[in-house]
């Protein structure tokens, strides 16, 4: 018990014993029903002290508990309008908040091509993947939108005229976050749209999928799909760590170590160091024993420099690409249009990395100035990437068919030469068997012989013998 506690009970005991005391002295004037009366009133006065007390403590609390969420949705406001606007202090960095960040990801995705979310795969037959709508994709380069707002529920109708026939897609199996929103997870292929109409979307594949991609279907791994109309383009900066900013040491970020080993855990062993060290090493330093492709250099402009960036072309990035072989933009969202030279003067305070090649010649007429060199990872063309291994792993099947093949007949004449050698074995055991008894027979032949000479010696001395006596008899009778 509390020490205020321990007060408030003294006083009640000390009121109850002077109430007794009183009572008990006026308790002969007043009769039996003024004395209960009395003591009734007593009780309900300290009962009513009790309970006003505890409404007050807690009001008290009440109260104390309103004046801090008062202060927390002050602060909350604060914060949210901080968050959604930005600090406007000089100096802030203003793309950590929603506004401009939102602007910063129309301006990264305008260029990407309609994407379609959220398909759900309804069944798949013979190479035929029949897709179900929920939700209609907004236009390629609709800067409009809020990229960040959930996409609204569309008619069937609207959806079908989304995503119409003949239409080549990219196709990606998702997977949600901790943030419940979907993620791509898994290249499934190329596929053309067969069929678009009440909600429901027909893909077959351009060319036969790969058994890796068949199981990822077939195991569920696809329960969801995402069709992209162009594929993602490779980035710099994709990979770099949350909240990482360019410096001269790095002028892409910091590369997230941890992010790109979890992607690259499917490259083989022998590989997988080289690859990651490719991916963290983007952007930083350079040096002599780097590949030529990853060549480049940070200079520092000592004259006006300008240099047209458009091409002659003119196209939309699904027709031709988004840049010609020299590195102009073709795709019209790209154009700079009547200003498609940019100039760079010397007094700008900007990190300025060329390739090598190119920046050799501003150094040799003197138009730059080397700072350091510069390794910059190759992006990765993916449509053509995947097409060379697509070629590439339908050339290795083929070679493993025909190895086989050739192995099999091996084995079939490895096989029938061990079954010669064994009947030949068998055939020499029976030919050494002959050999033994042959020899055996010669033996005895040999002793037969030798027996039969002694007897023919024995045999021609007795005739010899039996001649010479007839002789001396028929001498002797002469």
Known sequence: MTLGGIIILLVLVASLITF??????????????????LSFLFIECWVFMVFSAGVLYRRGGWLEQASKLEAQAIKAEAETEKLTWGSFEYGADLPNAIVPVQGELRRLTA????????????????????????????????????????????????????????????????ELNSENQPLPTFYLGEFAVTASQAGQVTLSPTLPLEPAQLEYIKTGGASTWALHELLPLDSHVAFAAAGSSPT??????????????????????????????????????????????????RVKLLKEYSTDVDSEQDAIATELGFFDK??????????????????????????????SEEADKLIANETAELIEPVFVRPLIDYQEAFNRSYVR??????????????????????????????????????????????????????????????????????????????????????
């Open 393 to 478: 792993r339908h050339e290795i099947r083929e070679r493993i068919a025909l190895y086989q093949r050739d192995t099999a007949e091996l084995t079939k004449a490895n096989q029938a030469g061990q079954e010669m050698i064994s009947f030949r074995q068998v055939e020499n055991q029976q030919l050494a068997s002959d050999l033994g008894n042959y020899q055996k027979e010669i033996e005895v032949l040999k002793k037969e012989a030798a027996l039969s000479e002694q007897q023919f010696v024995a045999t021609k001395a007795t005739i010899g013998e039996m001649y010479r006596q007839i002789q001396s008899r028929v001498s002797s009778k002469r």
């Open 248 to 297: 001269d040491e790095a002028i892409y970020g910091r590369m997230d170590e941890a992010m790109l080993t979890a992607l690259l855990q499917g490259i083989p062993e022998e590989k997988r160091a080289t690859v990651l060290q490719n991916y963290l090493r983007d952007g930083t330093r350079g040096n002599d024993s780097d590949p030529v492709p990853t060549r480049w250099v």
């Open 20 to 37: 007794i005391y009183l009572l008990v002295l006026t308790a002969r004037g007043w009769g039996v029903l003024h004395t209960l009366l």
């Open 326 to 355: 020299s590195g102009r933009s073709i795709d019209v969202r790209l154009k700079r249009g009547e200003e498609g030279s940019v100039k760079l003067s010397p007094d700008l305070n900007k990190r300025i990395v060329l390739k």
């Open 111 to 174: 260029d990407r091509g309609r994407v379609w979310r959220r398909l759900e795969l309804a069944s798949s037959d013979g190479g035929v993947f029949k897709l179900e709508m929920t939700v209609a994709a907004p236009p390629a380069g609709d800067l409009g939108a809020d990229p960040a707002a959930p996409a609204a529920a569309a008619p069937a109708a609207d959806v079908a005229q989304s995503l119409p026939a003949n239409l080549v897609v990219y196709g990606f199996a998702e």
